[in-house]
């Protein structure tokens, strides 16, 4: 009698491990030889970060490795490239074992890792050779494509209709800086009544006040006021929407609204759904007035983000049915928005304008109380303009007379944007293979290779940045003034500073987010000093602040930093 053989199910796991592997193993080594085709050096990794695996086991790495962090030896070797956004904390490690550009392989796919500023110039430049990888912006896109995520002539269509609101004849930034300074200026009455108790928490209820009032105009006051304002037919207040929307940032966008609606975030999904049909009836409202030929009477008055885009998609939309009238041709597209694609863009400022600016002055505030020497300086610096101002019978500093009289503290934006950039790499990707020249030399890309700039491989570069770990606001005072310095002068460093990204696709709120910084520090510094609270180990913050990151969506700060404030003693 024959026996018959049936496989055991361990059996069939080694077979298919087996089978898995060889596949693995042979991608692998597909890739390796187009990477070293590219005549670049060539770094194997298990997982590149781009990988879901990766992105899961980030969080348990950042927590295995914090003691060799904190040794600032940045991410050990095996591990790095599979760190979600390991560049920040690695600093220029990786770039001083394989070269200011090299590529970066696992089984999946390829990563070109680059601190080199010329090449960064030339990929940010070639708008088409290089675009936004899809897979990594497509998140961004609960209503479809917008300013941020679009390529090509859907790009071309969205940067047309939102640019011109971000420009500083439009007013935005005037409007930016007066009501930073006035919640500024209200903080510090809350303040003075007694010792804040969470300063980060109140720069984001303030960072958050600022985005509301130009980007949607609606002014946010405290927030038990307005918690309670419930108008009929909602179910919790703007207030409540808008924050609630971007602390569950993360999950809105990773999560359908109907699994949020059903796990322990329910209330992201309330705060978004109230939040989008806050803007839609604002939105409404907005295009009514136009069509009612009021538009040209709310001209004069303080204008936002919400009601520039509308007006001007509702003027790009007449001009275009004027020109295709005679026509008739319904397969022309009309270029107005429609009501989701305003939604895309005014969703994408809050995500894009809240987050990275409140980091930003997060860190601001850390250097600060680490730094007594350059806070002294800077308060000086602040008061001679103040005195100014009040010399001139001014009661408050303004966007367009102080703005580029505050040298020193523009100096210091900048440094703190180069040493802490809140977006750590520039994403692009070529779709077709592509020539690129680095120190003279050509090198070949293959299709579908990542292109990624490390913002801080190049902005810790001694090549670029002359004792590049020192914050020295001295170095962006050289010679022009700050206003035209503000415009210009990262655009003539040509690739040494990436925390605008640059190029065909630079931020658009660059400046909004200038005038926000910079109203907050003239107004806290006019009268405060911010230092660490009792009991602070100093030189842990300093190694805290310099080696780790919070690792959120953009940099952040660790969240456990104390600071407190003192009233300055001469205020003038
Ligand atoms: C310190 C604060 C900010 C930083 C560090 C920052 C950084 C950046 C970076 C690096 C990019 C390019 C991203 C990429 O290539 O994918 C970008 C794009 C963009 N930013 Fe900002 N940003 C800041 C503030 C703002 C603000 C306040 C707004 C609006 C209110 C804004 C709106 C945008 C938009 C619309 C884009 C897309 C531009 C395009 O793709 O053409 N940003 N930002």
Known sequence: MSTMYTPSAMSLLLVATGAFLLVQGLRLSRNIAKARATGLRVVVTPLLETQVLAQLVTPFLRALYSTHLDAGKGWPRWCRFMIKDWSWEDKRFAHEEYGDTFICVSP?????????????????????????????????????????????????????????????????????????????????????????????????????????????????????????DIPTGYKISFLRAISDTTTFMLAILVFPAWLLRISPYAKAELAHSQLDKYLRQMIRAEKKKIEDGLGEETKGARRNLLNMVVESSYEAGQEEEKRHAAERDKSVRKHAFTEDEVMGNLFIYLLAGYETTANSIAYGLIVLALEPDLRQRLSESIASVWSRAVAQGRKHLSYQDDFSELQYLYGFMYETFRLYPGVTLITKLCHQSQEVLIENTSHILPAGCRVYLSAPGVHYNEKYWENPTELRPERWSESRKAATVAADKTRQMRGTLLTFSDGARVCLGRKFAQAEFMAFFAALLHEYEVCFAEGTDVEQARRDLSWKSSGKVTLAPLQHFQLKLKRREKAA
């Open 108 to 228: 999946e796919g390829m990563i070109c890792y680059s601190a080199d500023a010329a090449l960064a110039w030339d990929v940010m430049n070639r708008r088409y050779d290089f675009t936004k990888p899809r897979d990594k912006y497509k998140i961004l896109e609960p209503y479809g494509p917008n300013v941020a995520t679009a390529e090509g002539a859907e790009y071309r269509f969205h940067v047309r209709i939102t640019a011109p609101a971000f420009s500083d004849g439009n007013g935005i930034n005037n409007l930016v800086w007066d009501e930073t300074m006035r919640q500024t200026r209200a903080l510090l009455r809350e303040w003075a009544k007694g010792s804040p108790k969470d300063i980060r928490e109140d720069v984001n209820a303030l960072t958050l006040a600022v985005i509301s009032l130009a980007g949607f105009g609606r002014k946010l006051e405290s927030v038990t006021e307005q918690a309670k």
